[in-house]
DNA sequence: TACAAATAAATGTCTTACCAACAATATTGA
DNA sequence: TCAATATTGTTGGTAAGACATTTATTTGTA
């Protein structure tokens, strides 16, 4: 009695199933992270950084697609945790530039080794063809 | 000077697209559903006690993969806004079985549409086959 | 029966995400 | 020049997701 209905409605939608797909993931990529006391999108953020220390804050929420108010939240956090700094603009008061710590740059190399390698293993799932359909349409979802 | 790197790392990992394409498609979906007064994560519950009308609340949680404390304050929302009830379960006191109210049904069957419609949109940007693969890696991805 | 263990849902805390409103600063254009 | 406008980053609000803890109840077993 009251058995559960295994094909409830919610499943049919794109929306619905890259949200449960995408939490997923994401809960692999933590529980991986979470030993070095840093979130996904931490690592995201980190991992721009280092790829172009002192990085505008207003172009690092740009190539990042990530909203100025959760960009600043993720800067305390990471700012707490001497992991990266802000700095002031010396051509602009308004803005501020963002560099990674020494305490950052000393473990973002193996952080980054750990991210390659969650990766490959989920690409190693799949066939090339098949992946690369997949990432096909993702990027065309990205261009809306 | 200080150009934006237009490849910095993140975009290569699986799970950086995953969530910069679920929240795109979440956006679309929720502008949508905005005319209703409602998120999209609340039609799914919607949808899904819809399908099974009087649902318990575990059921529930199970069927939409979610955790019971994110079921929770998406029912009291959901409640708050008269849209559906919890009530006491017979069988078991510890546990609660979740109904649509009549202003719920009203709006539903009319909420689905909009759905079908929004998918109908997504699924259209692609070939068969292309949005094929890409369903088999969601799925593959969604089992472990 | 009695009591320990398991289960159901709620609560509190943290993180991410979005939006609107705001303060400080820069740019513009009359 | 200087007032209107635009831009930068922060703050505050709400929602969602995850996790740990808590309370009430049920189950299982000694």
């Known amino acids: 009695m009251n058995e559960i209905k295994t094909n409830s409605r919610p499943s049919k939608y794109v929306c619905y199933k890259l949200s449960r797909v995408m ?18 999108a931490q690592f995201y953020v980190l991992s721009a950084v280092w790829e172009n220390d002192g990085v505008k804050f207003k172009d690092l929420a740009k190539g990042l697609e990530m909203d100025g108010s959760t960009l600043t939240s ?33 473990s973002i190399v193996e952080i980054t080794c750990l991210a390659e390698k969650l990766n490959q293993e989920i690409k190693g799932r799949f066939s090339e063809e098949e992946y690369a359909a997949f990432e096909r349409v993702l990027e065309k979802l990205s261009q809306e």
Not at 23 to 40: A, D, L
Request: positive net charge.
């Open 74 to 106: 993720i800067l305390d956090r990471l700012e707490r945790q001497d992991l990266l700094e802000r700095r002031d603009d010396p051509e602009d008061r308004r803005s501020l530039l963002v560099f990674l710590t020494k305490k950052a740059k000393q």
């Open 23 to 40: 939490r997923k993931v994401h809960r692999y990529y933590e529980n991986s992270f979470s030993q070095y006391g840093i979130t996904p």
